[in-house]
């Protein structure tokens, strides 16, 4: 199975689903890219359609956004 | 692993998140409810913590709100 990758920027609400999504789909199944520490991917992000974090896009391209942490804009 | 249970109105926002969740998660470890036709089931939710549908409830009892279909106001 293609990799799914999970975007957060360390928020609370980040880690805790991070955590749970982790535990559902397996760490090995899951790139996590921290968008605080690593400002240069924010713009591969928002190409893939990135609105907010916490967010995962699933090997076929779709985006869940998932609770609402921290606008996109904010991570600029 | 305990079951997962995703909670949708039939929406096309919900019905495309239940596809990725069911191929990242497995058919086997989610329960699909759909709270348009089962509305006996929506204080269930609301008890759980939903908001919004789609919905994930992990088997821990944390609540992932995927994008924002619908309030589950308007489901009552």
């Known amino acids: 199975m ?5 975007y957060h ?6 880690v ?10 397996g760490a090995e199944n899951v790139e996590v890219v921290h968008l ?3 400002k240069n991917r924010v713009g591969e992000a928002e190409a893939l359609g990135l609105k907010s974090v916490p967010a995962l ?9 998932i609770n609402f942490g921290a606008s996109i804009e904010d991570l600029k």
Chains 1, 2 share one sequence.
């Open 9 to 14: 920027a360390g928020c609370p609400v980040c």
């Open 57 to 65: 896009v699933t090997p076929n391209g779709n985006v869940l956004h």
């Open 2 to 6: 293609a990799k799914s990758v999970f």
């Open 36 to 38: 605080g520490d690593q």
């Open 16 to 25: 805790s689903a991070e955590h749970d999504i982790i535990n559902l789909v």
